[in-house]
């Protein structure tokens, strides 16, 4: 949700209100307004809905009680005459699951015999215009309908579990503003265009904090790595088992690897003891190869660390690996895939094989927010340019202080077309229906991996290429 200033005068909103009251023949309040009404509102939804009229009272007292500073909650009804005929609520969340999807409409309901004269509309509109001008630029709706809430304009998001488990169908909508301005201001000067060179320098700061907070986080485990010996990390441990069928009947054992964009270096210390004879790793951020270098070292591992620009890595990686492996999370902090591919080539001796397993492209699609597909798919459509002060650990959120970040989406062709563009050969395609960290508001925690909720579409959530440099090249 976007939250705007909320502390203009309510009178501006009056010329509106009563121009749908003129309209419709009835009058549309908001009981903010009305404080005397709350004894017959709250029974009134509570006749309606298997809640407490306890429940609603409160509600709109806590409503009343904030004034013209308060969002949510807010309560609305028509009335006939003084009757109310139909009513709707905001509030944080309507019994689900999904915080994240907030303020959430609720209650909506019409008296049976005021049915069919649009009021459910012109209710819904009231409701979003009185939002917006107390700040709130988007609004959600809980429903078991189905086409009902879009022939009024409201735009199905995906389905949401409520709260006894049951799926509902999640619906969201721009809010306007009385005079049909929109919350969000369209007239704010559009910011310079960033070059990919200052926007590669500005994800490595990030990431240069990323390190710090990661390192001690629970997810990354550094700990625990360093105190067993034999311990290798759950993602290091899927990448190998896709790998492993491309790999002689020793598996890793007499071999040297590359781990490309490396960070901290908990995956890369777990292809050592995967049986690798020699291991690498690269990353362009500073501080987390410092921290790489601490774990190796407090790990007894021998192992060699680069920084530098992966898309580079042959330039000033004077050698060649007999595997070269990419993780989870990494080439959407790439412009572009051509010079990557051929780094990877030069990369390899002839005969090795390169592993990436990634998020799949169908995430950046769904906006890693939902099951609705809301952004584009296919690759060149531009960096995604945003600002976070947290990561995917635990506990992150305020510890990042540079908290510009910028992506780039890469589809199959993309990826694909790159390792064939540069000679490489393609031996296994995977598409997986797991995800190593919660790419997805929904998915569950199943062991140590993230997967769909039983009851909703099985989709692919990350995915695995394997290729292989020729021994004889063409």
């Not at 609520?89 to 959430?104: E, K, S």
């Amino acid at each position: 949700m976007h939250a705007h200033d909320a502390d203009r005068s309510l009178a501006q909103n009056k010329p509106f209100r009563e121009e749908a009251a003129r309209a419709s023949g009835f009058e549309i309040v908001p009981v903010r307004e009305q404080p005397g009404i709350i004894e017959q509102a709250s029974a009134w939804f509570a006749s309606k809905w298997d809640v407490a009229t306890d429940e609603y009272r409160t509600s709109m007292d806590a409503c009343c009680a904030a004034g013209e500073g308060g969002t949510v909650p807010q309560w609305y009804v028509a009335l006939d005459d003084g009757k109310i005929v139909a009513g709707a609520g905001v509030i944080d969340n309507d019994f689900h699951t999904r915080p994240d999807l907030a303020p959430n409409v609720c209650a909506v309901h019409v008296e049976p015999e005021w049915r069919g004269l649009g009021i459910a509309r012109k209710l819904l509109d009231f409701v979003c215009r009185d939002m917006a001008d107390l700040g709130v630029s988007r609004l959600f709706l809980l429903t078991d309908h189905d086409g009902f809430y879009e022939r009024m304009g409201w735009r199905f998001r995906e389905m949401v579990r409520d709260n006894d488990g049951a799926m509902g169908r999640m619906y969201e909508k721009e809010t306007t503003a009385a005079g049909g301005r929109a919350t969000e201001s369209a007239s704010e000067p559009s910011p310079k265009p960033l070059s990919d060179a200052t926007r590669i320098a500005e994800n490595r700061l990030n990431w240069d904090d990323r390190a710090e907070v990661h390192a001690a986080s629970e997810f990354y485990e550094v700990e625990k790595l360093i105190a067993d010996p034999a311990k290798v990390s759950g993602t290091a441990q899927r990448d190998y088992n896709v790998l492993r069928p491309h790999l002689p009947e020793s598996g890793l054992a007499g071999t040297s690897v590359l781990h490309l964009q490396c960070h901290i270096g908990t995956d890369t210390l777990s292809w050592t003891r995967l049986g690798a004879r020699e291991v690498w790793g690269l990353d362009f951020s500073p501080a987390s190869l410092a921290h790489a270098r601490r774990i190796a070292q407090r790990a007894g591992a021998d192992i060699t660390y680069v920084q530098g620009d992966v898309r580079y890595a042959a330039d000033f990686i004077d050698r060649s690996f007999d595997a070269v492996v990419t993780g989870t999370g990494a080439i959407c902090w790439l412009p572009d895939l051509e010079d990557w591919a051929r780094s990877i080539a030069r990369l390899l001796v002839p005969g090795g094989v390169f592993l990436l397993r990634d998020d799949h492209p169908l995430l950046d699609a769904l906006a890693y927010e939902g099951m609705t597909v809301t952004e584009d798919y296919l690759s060149g459509t531009g960096c995604i340019d945003y600002e976070d002060d947290g990561s995917y650990t635990e506990n992150s959120e305020g510890a990042i202080a540079h908290t510009a970040n910028h992506n780039w989406r890469h589809d199959f062709q993309e990826i694909l077309g790159s390792l064939l563009e540069a000679g490489l050969v393609i031996e296994g395609f995977h598409e997986l229906p797991y995800a190593e960290w919660h790419a997805l508001p929904f998915l569950e925690r199943t062991n140590d991996v993230w997967t769909m909720p039983k009851g909703m579409p099985l989709i692919p959530l990350c995915f695995a290429v394997v290729a292989r440099k020729p021994r004889v090249l063409p």
